[in-house]
């Protein structure tokens, strides 16, 4: 009787250990998963940053390129149409 009782409570134990493992193994799994998530949210977000920063910078960089490579009597002559078509 007291054999019987000690292979069932090693059993028990053995059972409980591998439930255990068990856990712990999808637990891991399970956090590893959130962390590549969490970790390509961040990447993306860099990702978006560094775009919108990039995009106002050629925006900047454009404007400037496009102020210079006109002449001044084109653009003279923008303002000229302008202030006429305010008057009118």
Not at 28 to 52: V, Y
């Amino acid at each position: 009787m007291a054999a019987a009782k000690m292979c069932h409570w090693i059993a028990s134990d053995g059972r409980a250990k591998f439930v255990e493992a068990s856990i712990q193994k999808k637990q891991k799994s399970i956090m590893k998963i959130i962390a590549k998530g969490i970790m390509s949210f961040w990447r993306s977000a860099e990702a978006l940053q560094t775009a919108d920063v990039t995009a106002k910078m050629m925006h900047a960089h454009n404007s400037t390129m496009l102020e210079e490579m006109q002449p001044s009597g084109i653009k003279a002559e923008k303002e000229q149409v302008n202030k006429s078509v305010e008057l009118v």
